[in-house]
């Protein structure tokens, strides 16, 4: 296994819902195929609907290997992170590259931390889709006071990993 493979199976952020919200599939991409794998396959309601897969990513192992890895959508093939992209290149060396994949870990399990201590506990939905819905509560009235001051820290480590994500994982072409 080189370098880059154990980079990425020491991260795992693109599909376990700390990057991303879903993954869109090409109109050249078998949904049907993709359903045989065990994958669940959802359509988007706009006037020309758009097959995806919500993230996290049903294929993601606890070991962050892909379970359909030669079958992927090609959002998956083509995705490199920034970290990956500068270890590659040299820019950075693997040790500082495995550091910056450990600090957005970090970032990422305080956010889910304080998702669970605001009530939101559906880990089949991407942190983003949980962030939107625990403030949607709380826009609503819907959550306690101790709810309600953690959804405070959630908010400020939110934007903390994402503005880490815009700075460190993706890269023009993600944009």
């Not at 199976?9 to 991303?20: K, Q, R, T, Y």
């Amino acid at each position: 296994m080189n370098s880059g493979e154990q980079l990425c199976l020491a991260c795992g952020m693109c599909c376990d819902g700390s990057l991303f919200d879903n993954v869109r599939l090409q109109p050249e991409e078998s949904a049907e195929d993709l359903k045989r794998l065990g994958m669940p396959v959802k359509l988007s309601r706009a006037k020309l609907p758009v097959a995806f897969l919500r993230q996290p990513c049903r294929a993601l192992g606890e070991d962050c290997a892909c379970a359909i890895y030669s079958q992927r959508p090609a959002q998956c093939r083509s995705f490199e992170c920034g970290v990956f992209k500068e270890a590659q290149s040299g820019a950075i060396s693997y040790e500082e590259a495995h550091r910056l994949v450990k600090q957005g870990r970090r970032k990422a399990d305080k956010v889910r931390k304080l998702l669970v201590a605001t009530g939101e506990t559906d880990e089949a939905l991407s942190l983003g889709a949980r962030f939107r819905r625990v403030q949607r509560w709380v826009q609503r009235g819907e959550v306690d006071a101790e709810a309600g001051a953690s959804f405070a820290a959630l908010g400020l480590a939110m934007h903390k990993l994402d503005l880490f994500a815009h700075e460190k994982f993706y890269t023009e072409e993600d944009a």
